[in-house]
């Protein structure tokens, strides 16, 4: 064999091997799944970032775990308003909603909600100093912010109610996408009298840097938190991942160690 013979052999394979590898980088490429998320856009410490902004908070670094758990996927986040998730979920347009969501019926009826929670919150009631108010109890007579129609807060205090008939609370649904910084000012101001919401959605943030005469009780219930997925055939394998991930990471530890970075407390104690 010449040796221009043998050079042109041996470039001839590196050439062939270098196409299987292409192929195969492609192939994986093909096979990772991309995961559109919406989170919370306005919930500091739980969530926060508007779109074309990197979302920050607890529950995007707890999906940056997950994700590195589930690499056939790749989770892109963007925060986006309450309303918005829902209803973006509902339709498609997100796989993924994060945002401090309870379970409720009608959203275990839409969508598809991993059996292990995310998280942890503790529901408060904001009201101004001089209210009075410290308990559920104290709302009778009250006038109350709306709250979303069918979502958590909403059960809660429906079944408080039931269980407690001689207190008659006012509370109403809203489909209303009213941030919750604009809502505590509406207390502030008179237009309302409590805000009833967990406090893990940047509350006390915005009545320090506002300097708003608001105050939080102490927690009135402590709800799981879940994550929320869009309804279909290709999402079960997902939801059973992230159920499978979430399970992981709070047996590990990490999702102690995060919470303890973004809220200052271990809130998986909390997590039944």
């Known amino acids: 064999m010449t040796s221009m013979n043998s050079i042109s052999r041996?470039?001839?394979?590196l050439a062939v091997a270098g196409a299987a590898i292409a192929f195969a980088t492609a192939s994986f490429a093909e096979d990772v799944r991309t995961i559109k998320i919406a989170?919370?856009?306005e919930s500091k410490p739980l969530s926060w970032?508007?779109?074309?902004?990197e979302p920050q908070g607890y529950e995007p670094d707890v999906l940056k775990a997950i994700n590195g758990k589930l690499p056939q996927y790749k989770f892109v986040m963007e925060g986006a308003a309450d309303i918005a998730q829902e209803t973006g979920l509902a339709t498609g347009k997100y796989d993924i909603a994060t945002g401090g969501y309870y379970r409720a019926p009608a959203r275990e009826k839409q969508f598809l909600i991993p059996e292990a929670p995310i998280g942890a919150s503790l529901i408060k009631i904001y009201s101004r100093k001089d209210s009075g108010i410290k308990e559920m109890k104290d709302l009778v007579g009250k006038k109350i912010v709306p709250v979303t129609a069918g979502g958590g807060i909403y059960k809660?205090?429906?079944a408080w109610q039931e269980q407690n008939p001689n207190y008659k609370i006012e509370i109403t649904a809203s489909s209303a996408g009213i941030p919750y910084p604009d809502r505590l000012k509406e207390v502030e101001n008179g237009k309302y009298d409590a805000l009833v919401l967990p406090s893990n959605l940047g509350e006390q943030t915005v009545?320090?840097?506002q300097k708003l005469n608001v105050q939080a009780s102490e927690p009135v219930a402590i709800n799981n938190t879940f994550v929320l997925i869009h309804r279909s055939e290709e999402n079960k394998a997902l939801a059973d991942g992230i159920d499978k991930a979430l399970k992981e990471l709070k047996a590990d530890g990490t999702l102690a160690k995060l919470s303890q970075k973004w809220f200052g407390e271990d809130i998986t104690t909390y997590m039944k």
């Open 207 to 209: 009545i320090d840097q």
């Open 49 to 53: 970032g508007a779109i074309g902004v």
């Open 10 to 13: 041996r470039g001839l394979g």
């Open 156 to 158: 809660f205090a429906t």
């Open 39 to 41: 989170t919370a856009a």
